[in-house]
């Protein structure tokens, strides 16, 4: 079974500046996918950024980019210039790489509040 | 792109009835719907694996005559909530695999169901 880990329960950052957001995960898969997904207010659950296991290159979308380790099993979200809608909670979320009727079961970490102050 | 809905969004039942939330995939087939149960500022835990014809696969822990989860068609999935107690009351949120649309990685939410039981 795979677990995710989020350490940081809340975070705050100041408009415009960077801000870290750390995950690791546990899992003897070699072939996977990592998440992380933006929950505001609205419960609306927002991809924000993708990375495939077999891939050595860090993912990056706009101002979010992610440092992935797989020997050290982390993967933490970076977002630069952050903007006040930046605000809500963030998870990081783990998929198998297999095929199955299991294949798009996501197991999430205990998820970040993030709130950035003008 | 692809559009999960979900409906009701907000329900209010009576402690003892049943209560049921749609889960639709509009523009795609889904052969495997994820369900998932949020409680206030925690993580989303897998309740159940919704598969298109088949029984669903229900995680440890969850009722299954409580929760029951009706995947009738390539597009719809159904989450019973049978003898709806106090304690029953969350947010309730589907996810699909976007499997015939060459996207194999992208798992779409739905926007969401609360739950109150009163």
């Known amino acids: 079974a795979q677990t995710v880990t989020q350490s940081q329960p809340e975070m705050s950052v100041q408009e415009a500046e960077t801000v870290t957001l750390s995950c690791t995960y546990d899992t003897s898969e070699n072939n996977y996918y990592l998440f992380w997904y933006k929950q505001p207010p609205s419960r609306q659950m927002i991809l924000v950024i993708r990375q495939e296991a077999y891939k050595q290159q860090n993912a990056t979308e706009n101002r979010f980019s992610v440092n992935f380790q797989k020997a050290a099993k982390s993967f933490s979200l970076k977002i630069s210039d952050s903007q006040l809608g930046d605000t809500a909670m963030y998870f990081c979320a783990f998929m198998r790489y297999a095929g199955g009727t299991s294949y798009g079961k996501l197991t999430f970490g205990q998820g970040t509040i993030l709130t950035v102050h003008p | 792109g692809a559009v999960v809905s979900q409906h009701p969004s907000r329900v209010i039942c009576k402690s003892g009835t049943s209560v049921k939330i749609e889960c639709r995939s509009l523009?795609?087939?889904?052969?495997?719907m994820f369900w998932y149960r949020q409680f206030p500022k925690q993580s989303l835990m897998l309740m159940a694996t919704s598969n298109e014809g088949s029984k669903a696969t229900y995680e440890q822990g969850v009722e299954k005559d409580k929760f029951l989860i009706n995947h009738a068609s390539l597009t719809l999935s159904t989450l019973t909530v049978t003898s709806a107690h106090p304690e029953d009351s969350s947010f309730y949120i589907c996810s699909a695999r976007a499997w015939d649309r060459g996207q194999e990685n992208t798992i779409y939410f739905g926007e969401g169901s609360w739950l109150t039981v009163v």
């Open positions: 523009d795609f087939q889904a052969t495997t």
